[in-house]
């Protein structure tokens, strides 16, 4: 589960600061946060259904959201996926 602390440092890493939490980076990096909990979380709960559904649904979010800046600005897209850890 995400803290508040934890949270806050993440908008303030990719929004600059700590009011931007808007921007689709920071809810790229929120989503990516949230996903990775609920990984751990399978680990110990493989049977836990409902929980995979919302898991899949961020997933969703997070993929259309990364379309979108890709579209937009490819650099800073590549920045953001290397950033963060989601590709190979």
Do not use: W
């Amino acid at each position: 589960m995400l803290t508040k602390e934890m949270k806050s440092q993440i908008v303030e890493e990719f929004g600059g600061n700590a009011q931007n939490t808007g921007s689709a980076d920071v809810q790229i990096a929120l989503l990516t946060a949230r996903i990775r909990d609920l990984q751990d979380h399978f680990k110990e709960f493989p049977g836990d259904h409902a929980s995979r559904r919302g898991l899949l649904k961020m997933v969703g979010q997070r993929r259309r959201l990364l379309r979108y800046v890709r579209e937009n600005d490819i650099d800073h897209y590549r920045e953001l996926i290397q950033k963060l850890g989601l590709r190979k």
